[in-house]
């Protein structure tokens, strides 16, 4: 089974950056997705990013657009979320997590992913 542990959470002032780390540990056979999800108090599981089969695709939800990237070190093996300008509305406990699911593809969508981090808190304030 494969395991997920989160890292790389902070507080950061608006327009600051941080960069979340996603470390893969165990048996990952038959995954084809990983992805970032956030979940901010009170508020439902969203979407932020997802690496498709081989890492040869990204998808990002709409608040992640041009300020998040998602990338993988196959070396280690590390999946990482680059926030950058981020701003208060972007305070969440954000979750790594895999599918193997081929429905994992699309737009991020947490119904698809069925293994999950314990996540890290992210807060943006001044």
């Known amino acids: 089974q494969v395991r997920l542990t989160e890292s790389g959470g902070g507080s950061v002032q608006p327009g600051g950056s941080l960069r979340l780390s996603c470390e893969v540990s165990?048996?990952?056979?038959?995954?084809?997705?990983i992805g970032w999800f956030r979940q901010a108090t009170g508020q439902g599981r969203e979407g932020v990013a997802v690496?498709?089969?081989?890492?040869?695709?990204?998808r990002y939800g709409d608040s992640a657009k041009g300020r998040f990237t998602i990338s993988r070190d196959d070396t280690k093996p590390t999946v990482y979320l680059q926030m950058n300008a981020l701003r208060p509305e972007d305070t969440a406990v954000y979750s790594c997590?895999?599918?193997?699911?081929?429905?994992?593809?699309?737009?991020?969508?947490?119904?698809?992913?069925?293994?999950w981090g314990e996540g890290t808190q992210v807060t943006v304030s001044s």
């Open positions: 997590a895999t599918s193997t699911r081929i429905s994992c593809t699309g737009t991020p969508d947490s119904r698809w992913f069925n293994t």
């Open positions: 165990g048996d990952a056979t038959g995954t084809l997705c």
């Open positions: 690496l498709g089969p081989g890492g040869r695709s990204t």
